[in-house]
């Protein structure tokens, strides 16, 4: 008799730790927040029991964090937990992230979904809470070190290589590129331009790299600018650029590439790679004045990072590396059902 009141005992203990139990539908459900709030606080499953789950993203200017903020919010509604979703107002204010995350800690939560604006700069808060027993799941660009729970992004040193390959194929494998960088310590994004340049020299024998020291910021508006010092270089006496190719491996580097090229008339002139899709990328892509767009699922970013924070606590064993896949998306296969779905992802207004 005792033994078997004591088992009863710790099975109820066991059932009140595991939280976020999604196998309940008959119980309310948990719905999303909106940014830097938290969710309803829904209960789901036979415990009654939500987790909070704090999502961190880069920046909240790109329309790219809009659809990871979707994406989840829809996991919250699904596996039955609260999310905040704040992250620094530009993607280059490495210690207002670092104190968010340090404040999340310190006020508590569940599980922390956070993608890093530095490789480096975010291991100690990290550090910090895996020391807390709270799990981190990594999203969009990678963390230097160990510990985290699972790291859930597109292969973005692949998506550089594919975006090589459609350059070398337009250009006839030779010609002069520029390579616009994005941010220093960005893991995503310094991986992209590893892929690119390393496909370019091991495929594209009779194209030279002109430029790959100049960084776009945190911006559009930063990138227009250093996209107009960087050309003003590149043109010949009757004004017309002196390369043939340009790559740039985010949103915002891409807008400001572009918004220059429109400013001088050299839009469609020359071959263009980018990345992401936004409004206006994918306006500029259906236009012609960029060639190709190596596209990623920010939504599917958002949903499995918080799946994956959700699954950890539940104790089930989650994937180390979430791939969450990239497509080369040109004007030519732009307008099929899948590629549609990856140009127009769900977001948050």
Not at 154 to 164: Q, R, V
Not at 293 to 317: D, F, H, N, R
Request: glycine fraction near 12%; charged fraction near 25%.
């Amino acid at each position: 008799m005792l033994n078997r009141f004591a088992m009863a005992l710790v099975l109820v203990a066991g059932l009140g730790l595991v939280g976020c139990n999604g196998g309940d539908t008959t119980a309310s459900t948990t719905t999303g927040s909106t940014t830097g709030t938290t969710g309803s606080g829904g209960t789901t499953g036979t415990t009654g029991k939500t987790c909070k789950v704090a999502v961190i993203p880069k920046g909240s200017t790109h329309e790219f964090w809009k659809a990871v903020h979707a994406g989840a919010n829809d996991a919250g509604k699904e596996f039955g937990a609260d999310i905040t979703f704040k992250g620094p107002e530009k993607e280059d204010d490495r210690q207002s992230q670092v104190d968010m995350v340090d404040n999340i800690v310190s006020a508590g939560t569940d599980a922390i979904v956070l993608a890093p604006l530095d490789a480096d700069g975010l291991r100690k808060p990290v550090d910090n809470a895996i020391a807390k027993k709270i799990p981190v799941v990594i999203i969009d660009s990678a963390l230097n070190g160990s510990g985290i729970a699972s790291f859930v992004a597109t292969d973005n040193e692949k998506g550089g290589t594919m975006a090589a390959d459609e350059m070398i194929k337009r250009l006839g494998g030779k010609g002069k590129i520029v390579v616009l960088r994005y941010a220093p310590g960005s893991a995503s994004t310094e991986a992209r331009e590893k892929g690119f340049e390393d496909e370019i020299k091991a495929k594209g024998a009779g194209i030279q790299i002109v430029s790959d020291n100049q960084y776009a910021g945190a911006t559009a508006e930063s990138a227009a600018k250093k996209s107009d010092d960087l050309l003003a270089t590149m043109k010949g006496p009757d004004g017309k650029l002196t390369i043939d190719g340009i790559f740039c491996p985010n949103e915002s580097s891409t807008l400001g590439m572009l918004a220059t090229l429109r400013a001088h008339s050299w839009n469609g002139k020359v071959k263009f790679m980018g990345f992401d899709s936004s409004d206006k990328e994918v306006e500029a892509l259906q236009k012609g004045d960029v060639d190709g767009l190596v596209v990623q699922s920010p939504y599917k970013i958002g949903y499995e990072g918080v799946k994956a924070a959700v699954e950890t606590l539940q104790g089930k064993k989650v994937e180390a590396r979430v791939d969450t896949g990239a497509t080369l998306v040109t004007k030519d296969n732009m307008d099929t059902p899948e590629n549609q779905k990856l140009l127009k992802p769900k977001q948050v207004d």
